[in-house]
């Protein structure tokens, strides 16, 4: 079992930046040969829904990156291996990106559904005020 632990969240004004922590703690190995950390969001009244993800894959040793359509060229997801952690880096914001940021992990190959994660922090509030 792994535990998440998210941080950075806070309220800017619209414009601004942020950047979001995701730390790894637990059983962090897998004998998957692939592992996927995702960032979804959850506003009020909406569903879960996602934002980025970035897998490693052993069989192309590499370390590939997702975004939903609406973050792209905003946010940047990346990863610290030395550190276990996964950071989103969030800019231009806008107060539609105003939601509780949730980091989830799977092992397993990219996926944008909440239900294919097995690991989740407990979330941290972004704010963008208008």
């Known amino acids: 079992q792994v535990q998440l632990v998210e941080s950075g969240g806070g309220l800017v004004q619209a414009g601004e930046s942020l950047r979001l922590s995701c730390a790894a703690s637990?059983?962090?190995?897998?004998?998957?040969?692939?592992?996927?950390m995702g960032w979804f969001r959850q506003a009020p009244g909406k569903e879960r829904e996602f934002v980025a993800a970035?897998?490693?894959?052993?069989?192309?040793?590499?370390?590939?990156?997702y975004y939903a359509d609406f973050v792209k060229g905003r946010f940047t997801i990346s990863k610290d291996n030395a550190k276990n952690t996964v950071y989103l880096q969030m800019n231009s914001l806008k107060a539609e990106d105003t939601a509780v940021y949730y980091c989830?992990?799977?092992?397993?190959?990219?996926?944008?559904?909440?239900?294919?994660?097995?690991?989740w922090g407990q979330g941290t509030q972004v704010t963008v005020s208008s």
């Open positions: 637990g059983r962090t190995f897998s004998t998957f040969s692939s592992v996927t």
């Open positions: 970035t897998t490693w894959d052993d069989l192309s040793s590499g370390l590939t990156t």
């Open positions: 989830a992990q799977r092992y397993g190959p990219y996926s944008l559904r909440p239900n294919d994660f097995g690991s």
